[in-house]
């Protein structure tokens, strides 16, 4: 990922060449490596040289931050790292491709031989590869002109587990702001303005709770009945007028879909017009009077006593806007509130520390922190869980170099990256990636644990770890050491959705190093390093694109947006697409043709969601055989699959929703699927048209079968495993199971009965619970969506 995080790229390399090396004289083409050029001695001595690097790694990416020279030189290491990852990654690929092809293996072996990509001249192309990579790793070692300390491991926690924090939802979480709350309600429901709508601003330094404090204003149930009509916007650093008018619109839960943008301010008009509203504009920037203008004419209108609430940093922008706005200065906690804050931080929630000494040191630190909350946050989320003895080695030796936030600029940045550099690399990657979406985003927790799988940022410390619930653990870290925030919870209390505070997200843009980037092509795009990127459908280009990928070699191509949207010429970009890990067409619907799947062997994740032309998943589909996450959700027209999707033998999760398929392909034999979702399958009569001898559904943890009305039963041709259903199917039935045997599946249907939409067993017009959410046995019932 960004050179702030090699020491985990470098680990996974090592780990790579260990596997490789002791498949030489197994995989055929290992076998050939080894025959032509001796490719262990090569290997070997690669491993040795990344070792040796990997060493002096982590003191490295602590002291780039303002080491010019050094963050060049991770950078030179970073591109070998990745050419390296992406080599090994190629030969594993082309093995296991070897492996999952069915038939006569000799006969394919030998036509294979013959042709014009002949086995063997691709083995000399990959040796001669590993060669030319060792020199430049062996170059850049002996480039290093400064020293670096050695350290051969990171610091030890466990992360997520045995660990108890409550992750508190934003309102919760709030300590000594009851009088700022009260004020700022207070100047909202004033009304002596003669002007029909008039600004309130809350204005203080990063990291002090302004956002914070106007959504816990936002929510309130006096605010909500004062006012008619509430939007809530973040702008950030770029004042783009058409955009804001957009988000105001989507926020004011109108339809946007078939207006231009000459047309849209005209529509916020009518939509404000003769309305009491409350408009938040969430992390201001703009010092620009007549920018302002040309968005706040169209604010105009609303009935008497309508407010705009501005968060920002700066008084300047709050006096542009409107010469009288009234101004609210938030000021930092006090002594009190500050220490109290950093308790539940780093002792727990209700937890009272009983050392004195430990009392002394954190109160200490607590004033260096000079009363901002995130600040104090992300401080005493880092003690949390730290022995005594280590306590010393923060306050004596490391937090002292760290000057206090209220005198330097950037002292909050600085306490927030002391916090970043004590994560482990594995978080880093984690954290750093959430940079590819703009500020204010609302991440789905599924989604992102998905993308980390992918990019193969989760550490399993055992072979058949479930790397989503590791996922998960990585995420409640960094919820629970302020990194993240939580947005939504379920009925269960899960995490559903989480943010990122807007400093959070500076940090991560810093660390990610031009790596992780949202790409806007009207501004232009230079920077061949990009390694992640994100792209909204209103500035792309394809032409753009395909240069973008002559110099990047990108691992995550994702579009952003909500809304629906058509591009005609996409698939020509995916053939240059070679090293992609993740592909994430959100809402985009774009013609793919069958080569457009070709060239993405390095494919880990695929969303295709809401995409009309989509007709047939061509059975070159199956090359894809490091699949783990595949999601086609509304692709109204999709009705055909391959037939061999069993070589898909990485394939961990598989949503299909809204397509047209009568049957499916055998998914019970997916050695590896672990979650199968199927929705709204109207077509869909049985589950696979043939009887199977492989094991049945060997890692299945999960089954939801949601709406598939005409489903008659497991399978429709031969003897059914689980024999056919007694009852009609539930339109909403879903159950899971770690191995589940067809009698289990069976088992799960009530006789002659249905499920609702929360899992629950329907007697007459009530429902009763029928399963606990968690039972003994591992069967598990997921309310899902």
């Not at 774009?590 to 059975?619: A, G, H, M, V, Y």
Request: charged share 25%; proline share 3%.
């Amino acid at each position: 990922m960004a050179e702030a995080v090699l020491f985990s790229l470098a680990t996974n390399i090592l780990k790579s060449l260990a596997s490789e090396m002791a498949e030489l004289g197994g995989s055929f083409a290992s076998q050939q490596i080894q025959l032509l050029c001796g490719a262990k001695d090569e290997l070997q001595s690669l491993k040795g040289t990344v070792q040796t690097i990997q060493a002096v790694l982590l003191d490295a990416e602590r002291k780039q931050w303002h080491n010019n020279q050094l963050k060049l030189w991770l950078k030179r290491l970073k591109d070998v790292f990745y050419d390296i990852q992406d080599l090994l990654d190629d030969v594993a690929t082309e093995d296991l491709r070897q492996k999952v092809t069915p038939g006569n293996e000799m006969s394919k072996a030998v036509r294979f031989f013959f042709s014009k990509s002949n086995q063997l001249a691709h083995c000399v192309k990959v040796t001669n590869k590993i060669q030319e990579l060792r020199k430049k790793l062996d170059q850049i070692k002996n480039d290093r002109m400064f020293h670096l300390e050695e350290c051969q491991s990171e610091e030890t926690t466990a992360i997520g587990r045995g660990r108890k924090t409550e992750i508190f939802a934003p309102d919760r979480a709030i300590i000594g702001r009851e009088n700022d709350r009260k004020m700022i309600k207070h100047l909202l429901f004033d009304s002596s303005s003669t002007r029909s709508v008039s600004v309130v601003a809350i204005v203080g330094k990063g990291g002090l709770g302004k956002t914070a404090l106007a959504r816990l204003v936002y929510n309130d149930g006096e605010v909500k009945e004062h006012f008619g009509l509430k939007m809530w916007v973040c702008v950030s650093d770029v004042f783009d007028v058409n955009s804001i008018i957009k988000d105001i619109l989507k926020s004011a839960k109108v339809d946007c879909q078939g207006y231009d943008h000459d047309q849209l301010p005209s529509l916020l008009h009518e939509t404000l017009s003769r309305k009491k509203y409350l408009l938040v504009l969430d992390d201001l920037w703009n010092e620009d009077r007549n920018k302002w203008l040309k968005l706040g004419d169209w604010l105009e209108g609303g009935e008497r006593g309508s407010k705009i609430l501005v968060t920002t940093r700066s008084h300047t922008v709050a006096k542009v806007m409107d010469a009288k706005s009234v101004i609210h200065d938030l000021p930092g906690l006090s002594k009190d509130e500050s220490w109290n804050l950093f308790k539940k931080m780093a002792f727990g929630d209700g937890v009272e520390s009983s050392d004195s000494e430990l009392e002394w040191m954190g109160l200490d630190i607590v004033k260096k922190c000079a009363g901002v909350p995130l600040a104090i946050r992300t401080i005493g989320g880092l003690l949390y869980g730290k022995n005594k003895d280590e306590w010393p080695r923060y306050k004596v030796h490391e937090l002292p170099e760290i000057p206090e936030i209220d005198e330097a600029d950037d002292g909050i940045m600085q306490v927030l990256k002391f916090s970043y550099d004590h994560l482990r690399s594995c978080l880093k990657h984690c954290f750093a990636y959430c940079s590819l979406f703009p500020k204010d985003y609302v991440y789905r927790k599924e989604r992102m644990i998905h993308y980390w799988v992918a990019q193969g940022f989760i550490e399993s410390g055992k072979g058949d770890d479930n790397l989503e619930v590791v996922a998960g653990n990585y995420l409640s870290e960094l919820l629970c050491r302020s990194f993240l925030d939580v947005a939504s919870k379920g009925d269960d209390g899960e995490v559903l959705t989480f943010k990122m505070h807007d400093l959070m997200h500076d940090l991560a843009q810093k660390v990610a190093g031009g790596e992780c980037k949202i790409v806007n092509f009207n501004e232009g795009v230079s920077d061949g390093r990009i390694r992640h990127a994100s792209f909204t459908v209103d500035t792309f280009s394809e032409e753009k694109m395909v240069s973008l990928l002559k110099t990047s070699k990108l691992r995550t191509f994702i579009f952003l947006g909500d809304g629906f949207s058509t591009l005609y010429y996409c698939h020509k970009v995916l053939s240059e697409c070679r090293h992609c890990r993740v592909l994430d067409f959100g809402n985009t619907a774009t013609p793919l043709p069958p080569s457009s799947f070709e060239k993405l062997k390095q494919l880990r994740f695929l969303n295709i969601s809401r995409n009309r032309f989509i007709q047939i998943l061509p059975d070159s589909f199956t090359d894809l055989v490091n699949l783990q996450i595949l999601r086609l959700f509304e692709c109204t027209n999709l009705h055909t699959f391959p037939r061999d999707l069993r070589k898909l033998v990485n394939l961990r999760y598989l949503l299909i929703d809204g397509s047209k398929p009568r049957d499916l392909p055998p998914l019970s034999e997916l050695p590896s699927l672990r979650t199968l979702i199927l929705m709204q399958l109207h077509a869909l009569e049985f589950l696979q048209q043939s009887n199977t001898t492989r094991p049945f559904f060997p890692s299945l943890e999960r089954l939801s079968l949601i709406k598939c009305s005409k489903l008659k039963g497991w399978q429709g041709m031969g003897a059914s495993p689980v024999g056919q259903f007694t009852a009609i199917l539930p339109n909403t039935w879903s159950c899971g199971n770690r191995g589940l045997s067809p009698v289990e599946i069976r088992a799960t249907i009530p006789p002659g009965g249905a499920l609702d939409h929360m899992g629950r067993e329907k007697v007459g017009n009530k429902a009763r619970s029928k399963l606990p959410v968690r039972s003994r046995s591992g069967i598990h019932i997921h309310p899902f969506l």
